[in-house]
């Protein structure tokens, strides 16, 4: 299940985090097509084992669900994460823990492609389309195929930092 979070959904979202013992993580940004022109992480996803969550930053200030759960013991696994918690706290304050960057354990383990859609292709057997990376990530209402891109990357964080697992990689 996919839910654009919204007021009402910030509590669920809350309770389904504190269950968790890992999350797919992933942020998307406006893409800037200027040199020097920058925006803000416009999208936060967060894969449970039962749904994924979209918060879309510039609409609501989703802070009080995503602070806990970045400071918590509950793994946030994504590739390139780092670059996603540094957005984010441009936003809000937060202490991040039990961060998993998963390009990183994959280049450690000899794996030369490392981002989501290489990985999702060689441990998941998954092929993730570009399509919509680049398109407008603020735009007040997300497309489905918006909609569908960003929680398949989370989705796919979760899976792989399990697969990981498994196989001995973590």
Do not use: H
């Amino acid at each position: 299940m996919v839910l654009v979070a919204s007021a009402a959904d910030m509590a669920r979202a809350a309770a389904d985090f504190a269950e968790e013992r890992v999350v797919g993580f992933d942020t998307e940004t406006r893409p800037a097509f200027k040199v020097g022109q920058r925006y803000p992480a416009a999208l936060a996803q967060v894969a449970t084992a039962g749904a994924v969550y979209l918060f879309q930053l510039q609409r609501m200030d989703f802070s009080a669900v995503l602070r806990p759960l970045l400071e918590s013991p509950t793994v946030k696994a994504g590739v390139g994460i780092g670059d996603d918690i540094k957005q984010l706290r441009e936003l809000f304050a937060f202490q991040p823990a039990a961060i998993v960057d998963l390009g990183a354990l994959a280049r450690r383990s000899g794996v030369e492609r490392s981002g989501v859609r290489a990985l999702a292709a060689m441990f998941l057997g998954l092929r993730i389309p570009k399509g919509t990376k680049t398109s407008n990530w603020a735009a007040p209402r997300l497309s489905p195929a918006q909609v569908a891109y960003a929680a398949t990357d989370a989705w796919a964080c979760r899976e792989l930092y399990l697969r990981f697992e498994t196989e001995g990689i973590i």
